[in-house]
């Protein structure tokens, strides 16, 4: 690990620098987010900060790979869906694409990673490994689809996206240096370094926007991490989901909500739970440090309790998520914005 070291303050710089130039490069191509009616926010502010993680991420892989601290499948795997999805949302940045486009480009991603995985691994279930088989991977490819859309989704109030990204990396880091798992470290470390560079440009108040390229990205990478370590220990995969749970809970709840209700649900709008939470605080940061206090202070216990005390998966997923389906009923996640 020491003979790499100097990657992760490199690709901090290096994400930051991008994002300082990818700002100078939105307000040339007036590249602005100009707020409307299904806005978050109320001032006009460059967007495709993103890009700068894709990058600085990107670049560090091959570096990774030649330090033999990942294998070429795992290379492979991420470099190639991370292009794929980054590159569709850059062009969707600058312009529009269809959404059955879209929808096929994100399901060729989770597919191609897959492909280099090979398919979606055991999972344990009460005590019990199971191996699902062809139908795991339809699922997995389903589950890495969505966790690609719902970050998208997420990324709607200055740094949210990049807070969530950095707790979850960060907090799956320490897991993993608990459980003795050093090799799965590399890829969520210098991610959360990749991310932190953003943040600087992204904390609110923000001076710029990740865009569709760095949160499709984001959840497309955080997915396939949570799939590579499973492929290492069943549990690992639970883990993943209970850090990740603010977002799944919120996104899933609200598309949900939206569905039975009979709303176009590939319509913009300002139902998501942490989009009321933010209007009745009336600013952008209090719910973004929530956020980080719901991550650090009860999601990173209890995936502790998984990882070291023999809490049960799915029983620990169960008791990180009530609490926060019971904060989604609070705030009204799914529910149309009554009209003032």
Known sequence: MNRLVWLLPCVAILALLLTWMLKRYALARSLIDIPNARSSHSLPTPRGGG??????????????????????????????????????????????????????????????????????????????????????????????VWMLNLYNFMDGIDGLASVEALCVCLSVCLVYCLLGYFQLIWLPLLLSMAVLGFLYWNFPPARIFMGDAGSGFLGIILGGLSLQAAWHHPDLFWIWLILLGVFIVDATFTLSRRLISGCKVYEAHRSHAYQFASRQAGAHLPVTLSVLAINVIWLLPIALCVALLGLNGLVGLGIAYIPLIILALKYHAGEQEKSA
């Open 51 to 144: 890009v700068a993680i894709v990058m600085s991420f990107l670049i560090s892989l091959p570096l990774l790979w030649a330090g033999s601290e990942i294998t070429t499948s795992v290379l492979w795997a991420l470099l190639g869906a991370g292009l794929l999805v980054a590159m569709l949302g850059f062009l969707d940045d600058h312009g529009h694409i269809a959404a059955r486009w879209r929808l096929l480009g994100h399901f060729s991603a989770a597919l191609w990673i897959l492909y280099w995985l090979g398919g979606f691994p055991t999972v344990g279930f009460f005590g019990v490994s199971i191996n699902l088989g062809w139908a795991g991977s339809v699922l997995a490819a389903f589950y890495l």
